[in-house]
């Protein structure tokens, strides 16, 4: 069965806009979990800009809500991986200018650190994957570089669905990527700027198995709900 990561990043933006305690992270957790979700993906980032380490803290007490710690190559995040043991790390690229994530990893420059990353993470059994662009090559560096899943970057198909341009391109690079890692032994995710259109074209390609979506389901709350927003996610991509 397809899985569902409801990525809450930005409810701490949200409360961060007044520097108060409102929306409380941790409730958004407790909520998703309660409305199907399969695991909540938070972002550390460096400049704490949304999520902080007190939302880490607080949520991983939670033994029932199985988070998924997105984190730069940094010895700083590894750290506090290795301290508060998520039961799942996605390894980002991440620029301190960036307003989201640009793009996948660049794997030959980071190639040192992601495999030093990668082994201490899976010596505690963290189930580890890297944030990839859609390209064949990156998916092999990936399986020989020691991480469990890969996730396929899914914003320049995600844009080009919203803009109603042509997208098949897109698509294939993604069939492909994916069906290449199922047989290298990766298990496959996508992530970013997936939205209803973009999740029913996508869940077609069945070695896909966990669909991490966040921006999208927290604006769309707005005027939907969090509850009927999450459950819809879910009907499209079971």
Do not use: W
């Not at 730069?72 to 991440?94: D, G, H, R």
């Not at 200018?97 to 082994?119: A, C, F, Q, S, V």
């Not at 505690?124 to 994957?129: E, F, M, P």
């Not at 970013?192 to 198995?209: F, R, S």
């Amino acid at each position: 069965m397809t899985r569902l990561g409801v990525n809450i990043d930005h409810i701490a933006t949200l409360r961060n806009a007044r520097g108060e305690f409102h929306p409380n992270p941790l409730k958004a957790a407790r909520l998703a979990i309660k409305y199907g979700a399969d695991s909540i993906t938070i972002h550390l980032r460096e400049d704490r800009r949304h999520i902080t380490d007190r939302d880490l803290f607080n949520i991983r007490k939670i033994k029932k809500i199985p988070i998924n710690l997105e984190m730069a190559t940094t010895s700083e995040m590894l750290n506090i991986a290795l301290k508060y043991k998520p039961n799942f790390v996605c390894i980002v690229p991440e620029k301190r200018k960036e307003i989201t994530t640009e793009g996948g990893l660049d794997l030959h420059r980071n190639k040192k650190k992601l495999i030093k990353i990668l082994k201490k993470l899976n010596k505690k059994k963290i189930r580890t994957s890297l944030f990839i662009n859609p390209n064949i090559s990156d998916v092999i560096l990936s399986k020989n570089l020691g991480a469990k899943c890969v996730e396929l970057h899914t914003g320049k198909i995600a844009n080009k669905i919203k803009k109603k341009q042509r997208y098949l391109n897109e698509l294939n690079k993604i069939k492909k990527c994916a069906k290449k890692a199922t047989i290298n032994g990766l298990e496959v995710h996508v992530g970013h700027g997936i939205d209803y259109k973009t999740a029913k074209i996508l869940k077609k390609i069945y070695e896909i198995k966990e669909f991490n979506i966040g921006h999208f389901i927290i604006g769309e709350s707005i005027f939907n709900g969090f509850k009927t927003t999450i459950k819809k996610f879910i009907q499209i991509i079971r």
